[in-house]
């Protein structure tokens, strides 16, 4: 999918559509973690997040098999590196 913007049928939200890789289940945008234990199996793999720079709390995120799930901001984050913990 093409980076831009998209306009959200029936509301005046602008939604974004950017491409990021998965690390640790995690996936960041503009500075904010985003965290689903689902997201594990696709480590490495880049996908398609769809995100509202101003509501932050969440993302939408495309996977290439065509499936779809939302993961919530990590407001606290504790990243144990050599362990391979990522805990809000």
């Given at each position: 999918m093409n980076q831009g913007k998209r306009k959200h049928p029936g509301s005046k939200v602008r939604i974004r559509i950017i491409k990021r890789r998965v690390w640790k289940g995690v996936i960041r945008v503009d500075?904010?973690?985003?965290?689903?234990?689902?997201?594990?199996?696709?480590?490495?793999?880049?996908?398609?997040?769809?995100?509202d720079p101003k509501r932050p709390e969440y993302v939408?995120?495309?996977?290439d098999d065509g499936?779809?799930?939302?993961?919530?901001?990590?407001?606290?984050?504790n990243l144990d590196i050599k362990g391979g913990n990522y805990a809000a």
């Open positions: 500075e904010n973690d985003y965290a689903d234990q689902r997201l594990r199996e696709y480590e490495g793999c880049q996908v398609d997040v769809g995100f939408w995120i495309r996977l499936r779809g799930l939302m993961a919530s901001r990590v407001v606290k984050r």
